[in-house]
């Protein structure tokens, strides 16, 4: 799920905004602030896994940024 939102975007993506597309995906409450945060960081864990495996890219500008496809 979060490699497709990352494929499917105009431009690189924050952890937050993957998070979100995905709790909307599932039906999740988005206003949940500490729910949002939660699935934020368990996305950034499993984009690490994916840059170490070579299937998106990661960049830090004021927090990390994806960008599908590796570089």
Do not use: Y
């Amino acid at each position: 799920m979060a490699s497709t939102s990352c494929a499917g975007a105009a431009g690189p993506v924050c952890n937050r905004d993957i998070a979100l597309a995905f709790m909307t995906a599932r039906g999740m409450d988005t206003d949940d602030a500490r729910l949002v945060k939660l699935i934020a960081k368990r996305v950034g864990c499993c984009m690490r896994g994916q840059r170490d495996a070579g299937l998106v890219t990661g960049e830090v500008v004021r927090g990390r940024l994806w960008c599908g496809g590796a570089a």
